[in-house]
């Protein structure tokens, strides 16, 4: 597997943790307010944990905030890069070489072939 491949797959990891995250969320908060609607095993499992239960709606929470920021940051990130590599103009592109750069490191292989592969058509040498 490539090097960095897996960045590429940022945005269906983090929207898979953060299902998990706020299905754990809401599990807790039906606890919290003593809801007969949890099942027996999630309530079975809610008991064995104890008190850890707190810190556990906490971690859930903080999970939550977390893959929000990273699934909203990857697609403000690409779609930026996706702006910036629409020009045409070499002028424009040349300007913001070093942002596209460092987005394409954070994206993945595949952005960065095809930031070289924009290099290539437009004549750019860095």
Partial sequence: MEKGRLR??????SLVLLAISIFVTII???YFFNLAVLPVQFSDFINFTG?????IFALSVAG????????VSTLEARRKFEELMSTDSKLAF???????EKMA????????GRLNRKK???????
């Fill in 120 to 126: 290539e058509e437009l004549k750019v040498k860095f």
């Fill in 64 to 71: 939550d905030l977390y893959f929000i920021y990273i699934f």
């Fill in 51 to 55: 008190n850890y239960i707190y810190y």
């Fill in 94 to 100: 040349v300007n913001n070489v070093r942002e596209l």
């Fill in 8 to 13: 590429e797959f940022t945005i269906p990891i």
């Fill in 28 to 30: 807790s908060l039906i």
């Fill in 105 to 112: 490191k954070k994206l993945g292989p595949t952005f960065r």
